[in-house]
């Protein structure tokens, strides 16, 4: 039987699947499993496979859990679940059946990273009670008393992130559970951010947590350091560790060293530089960097709509002379072992893919996820030693029975520097024409890549019959640091001389109508949309989604502002040569020469890229006379609303983008 085309509506049949973690001591991968339910609600659920493909579900009923993790004998599962009032809570379940029991009695708040201790007798987790005022309690009295909502106010810089919404000065602490009492004690609440990072000692007796000590984040040099802290809250730092970034801490198996991902930077507060792996002794004096002779990236995302992005991973060998690690290149996503003393890959994966890791076993097997531009990310266990890779669930098997995919064709040509660009195309099974209509798709980030992964909106778009072309211009992640580089600070420059080639190639391709040209993008890539309608005329119309337009009113308005000197040289409050820079690099100051018809689409609760980026856009168009939609999403969704979104608006999205390049290519 012949397979249809893709739907917009399909979309809520997609099962996603995140956060694979082994079992201890059985063949089995715990994880979470979400899909759309009855009236757009989302069903979030604990799931475990077998090696032989065996399913079990762990938790059910009308409540949310997810974050699942079994202790150390594989006979107690923990995990995040909002079945509890207040808030979230962690509960704990028997192996052997019977009920979920809440563990935690918790206010109101959010709980971050977690992790059992070696021994399974604690639970290391960080936590961040939710101010009085704006508590689900305190919305309810204010509603008996006829009261309104309450001013936010702060002293902060750091008080709101996309996403997590406003926190205003309330931050994370790290705190300590322990299984046999349920006593929960606050052991370390010394980060101005909240943000941590934590891992046991061998002898559960200690936690590593990596937090930053700058005063203020967002103007000082980064000032990330490890911490050693005790059962009692007693800590010590690491002494003589470089400056710049830490993350992703791991104590090794012999309880001797620290492993952490980073960079010694301590201007890089936008992740220009590539993250690398760092290994120092525990009693501190010397760290030494394993990979910086390797151009590669240990925490790179590879941009898609139909998986979270992942969380950068390390994770030590038993023997503590390997880690464990994985990194994006020219669009793949591959994994490996990175040996210590020689600083090299002793063994990494191959292939057109993208693998995100989520737990390591003792015999050198990686549970994680696997995907391609033709399949769905699925559980999945690698061997990295013979490069075998084994599905284990084929949670969306029926839908892709059902719907055709088309895998992408890969080029590389030359910018007009003779800079090489990487580039993909999607021809639709069914052409609109010939030539046919083609769509030049630009990302985010831009620290970040396209690649070899499932993305639905390209494929919604090629089975509507456009032909797709996606690429990673410099900026992008995945080709070393100097393409990263080439546009630290200045953006409209290498990065457009790069989307420039790519729409010249397409000018180029007999299959491709040079007189139906669309170019659509978000966050950044929204940037890049905004910039190529100032800047050329080729395009018959344009998308931009959650968009950047004035980096002068973006600089002050965003989750994380910028700080002169750092990337970007200038700052709004600096008087004209403050923003002479930000000005020459804002589309906005492009716009008089605009003709091309554009499709604004943000969110009102984007705190990323602030609607008022795209309300530029739209008021600008609307002066100039040039056609124009804005299409603005309500206060509760935010940046990743195409990924993350609630169903039914994500599906409004993708019909709002179908129906404007209907509208103006057909």
């Not at 890969?410 to 099974?429: F, N, Q």
């Amino acid at each position: 039987m012949p397979k249809r085309p893709l739907q917009v509506d399909d979309i809520l049949r997609i099962v996603s699947v995140s956060d694979p973690s082994w079992r201890p001591k059985f063949d089995e991968v715990l994880f979470t499993y979400k899909k759309v339910g009855e009236k757009f609600a989302s069903e979030t659920h604990l799931f475990a496979v077998s090696l032989k493909g065996e399913s079990k579900q762990w938790t059910s009923g009308d409540s949310k859990n997810w974050s699942g993790r079994w202790n150390p004998e594989g006979c107690q599962l923990a995990f995040l679940s909002n079945r509890s009032k207040p808030g979230t809570q962690i509960h704990l379940l028997s192996a052997d059946g019977g009920e979920a029991a809440q563990i935690t009695k918790l206010p109101e708040g959010s709980i971050g990273e977690w992790k059992w201790s070696p021994d399974g007798k604690w639970i290391a987790f960080a936590f961040r009670e939710t101010h009085s005022d704006f508590t689900e309690d305190a919305a309810d009295q204010r509603k008996t008393d006829g009261r309104s909502a309450p001013p936010k106010v702060t002293e902060k810089a750091h008080y709101r992130l996309d996403g997590d919404g406003f926190f205003m000065e309330q931050r994370h602490k790290v705190y300590v559970l322990e299984i046999a009492t349920s006593e929960v004690k606050c052991i370390f609440d010394q980060c101005p951010l909240g943000w941590f990072s934590l891992d046991w000692s061998p002898d559960s007796q200690k936690i590593a947590l990596t937090a930053t000590t700058a005063k203020n984040p967002w103007i000082d040099p980064i000032g990330d350091e490890i911490f050693i802290c005790d059962l009692a809250g007693n800590w010590s730092i690491i002494p003589g560790l470089p400056k710049g970034e830490k993350g992703t801490v791991r104590w090794s198996p012999d309880g001797k060293q620290i492993a952490y991902l980073g960079n010694d930077d301590p201007n890089d507060h936008r992740a220009v530089q590539n993250t690398r792996l760092f290994v120092c002794p525990v009693e501190g004096g010397s760290s030494r960097c394993v990979t910086d002779h390797l151009d590669h990236d240990l925490a790179t995302p590879t941009l898609s709509d139909t998986a979270e992005s992942p969380s950068p991973f390390l994770e030590w060998m038993p023997d503590s002379k390997s880690i464990a690690a994985q990194w994006a290149w020219h669009g793949q996503s591959q994994v490996g072992f990175i040996n210590l003393e020689a600083g090299t890959f002793s063994g990494q994966t191959t292939g057109n893919h993208v693998l995100t890791l989520g737990s390591l076993r003792r015999d050198g097997l990686v549970a994680c996820l696997h995907s391609s531009p033709t399949e769905f990310p699925e559980i999945t266990v690698v061997n990295i030693e013979t490069n075998e890779v084994q599905r284990l669930t084929a949670l969306n098997q029926e839908l892709a029975d059902e719907v055709q995919f088309i895998a992408p064709e890969e080029t590389y040509l030359e910018a007009a520097d003779g800079y090489p660009v990487h580039l993909w195309t999607i021809r639709p099974a069914e052409p609109i024409s010939n030539p046919n209509p083609t769509l030049l798709e630009i990302h985010g980030g831009p620290q970040c890549q396209y690649g070899w992964t499932f993305f639905f909106e390209f494929q919604l778009l090629a089975a509507n019959g456009y032909t797709v072309v996606y690429s990673n211009p410099r900026g992008s992640k995945g080709y070393g640091m100097k393409h990263v580089e080439a546009i630290a600070g200045h953006w409209g420059g290498a990065d457009w001389a790069d989307i420039a080639a790519v729409k010249n190639w397409i000018k180029d391709q007999p299959d491709m109508d040079t007189s139906r040209m669309g170019i659509e993008g978000g966050s950044y890539g929204g940037y890049m949309v905004n910039w190529a309608v100032g800047h050329t005329t080729d395009f018959k119309a344009a998308i931009t989604d959650r968009c950047v337009s004035n980096l002068v009113s973006k600089s002050l308005n965003t989750d994380y502002p910028y700080h002169p000197g750092t990337y970007w040289k200038g700052a709004a409050y600096q008087g004209l040569k403050g923003i002479e820079e930000l000005w020459r690099d804002s589309p906005i100051a492009y716009f008089e020469n605009v003709t091309t018809p554009m499709l604004i689409i943000h969110s009102e609760g984007d705190l990323r890229c602030h609607i008022e980026q795209g309300e530029q856009v739209f008021t600008a168009l609307q002066e100039l006379g040039v056609p124009c939609r804005f299409v603005r999403y309500p206060p509760s969704t935010s940046h990743g609303m195409s990924r993350g979104g609630p169903p039914d608006l994500r599906m409004h999205r993708l019909q709002e983008i179908l129906d404007w390049w209907k509208r103006w290519l057909l």
